[in-house]
């Protein structure tokens, strides 16, 4: 028999899930300038 009870999330944890995702499209966003400017994928690793 299953439940069918919606779970329940803490506000905290969907906060920290937006800003975890916000962190991420950012880091992609620079990494796109960086590739875009200087043309490495990792600006002075190669």
């Not at 803490?10 to 975890?20: D, P, R, S, T």
Request: proline letters at 4%.
């Amino acid at each position: 028999m299953k439940n069918n009870e919606p779970k329940i999330v803490e506000k905290e944890k969907i906060f920290a899930e937006k800003l975890n995702g916000r962190f991420a499209m950012l880091g992609f966003v620079a990494l796109v300038g960086a590739y875009l400017t200087t043309g490495q994928i990792i600006p002075g690793f190669i």
